[in-house]
């Protein structure tokens, strides 16, 4: 059995909302490469081809997903000087690729390398607990709730966070990896597919806009927790205050 190296390097996007579905797609790349290996022959012709692979993005951004526990078989070597093939990622590659409105920018890259993948990343998951948060001042302020930021939820634990609410973003993204109720407000103009976590059972999107607070209600009563329940009730409270 000869010995070869399959030697890949994997430019990322600078966004770290769009860091998210690309991560998955490389996790997937990276994860299932043997079974990828094994169904193209080469081990049968006496070619044992191993995985040798660069991430191209911001020191700080990698640490992010070590941080939150991305799962990988098998780490990135610090760089390739000569890579068998690269994988662009970023943000000039996707503006550039004919998608359509219907698919998820996790689709978009899985077609880029081929392979099928999940929108979300595999990393350490949290047990939820009572308290909700925002991630946006203003709405924390209409809503009498906390705000968090990125970085506490990079390091939170079990029990500390009972739901996120706020603007589309790196964070909702991360909420929901981590298994958090997230309750997500859309960006005006952006497709409802783009960058959606539906098969996390426990999101729900919504529209920004003059009728937020009962979208965020009814968001809220539908994830049937008792701390979701809990905090709809007082947005029904507000909104009789302010009639």
């Not at 430019?11 to 990276?30: G, H």
């Not at 924390?140 to 939170?156: C, F, K």
């Amino acid at each position: 059995m000869r010995d070869a190296k399959d030697k890949v390097r994997f430019l990322m996007p600078l966004s770290r909302e769009l860091q998210f579905p690309a991560m998955a797609v490389l996790q997937t790349y990276v994860n299932e490469y043997d079974a990828k290996v094994y169904f193209t022959g080469m081990r049968a012709m006496g070619i044992n081809l191993n995985l040798e692979y660069s991430v191209i993005m911001p020191e700080e951004d990698w640490q992010l997903f070590q941080d939150i526990g991305l799962e990988l078989k098998q780490q990135p070597v610090h760089s390739i000087a000569e890579a068998d093939a690269e994988v662009d990622l970023t943000e000039d590659r996707l503006a550039s690729y004919q998608w359509r409105t219907d698919q998820h920018v996790a689709q978009i890259y899985g077609q880029m390398i081929g392979v099928e993948t999940k929108v979300l990343p595999k990393i350490r998951q949290l047990q939820p607990g009572q308290q909700w948060f925002t991630v946006d001042g203003e709405i924390a302020v209409g809503l009498g709730l906390p705000e968090i930021d990125g970085d506490t939820l990079v390091r939170a634990v079990d029990g500390q966070i009972g739901g996120i609410i706020g603007w589309a973003s790196w964070v909702t993204y991360l909420a929901c990896a981590q298994g958090l109720p997230v309750i997500e407000i859309k960006p005006s103009g952006r497709s409802p597919n783009y960058l959606s976590k539906w098969s996390h059972k426990q999101y729900r999107m919504i529209d920004g806009g003059s009728s937020l607070m009962p979208q965020l209600q009814s968001a809220l009563l539908d994830l049937e927790t008792p701390c979701s329940t809990a905090v709809a009730e007082a947005i029904t409270g507000r909104m009789q205050m302010a009639r």
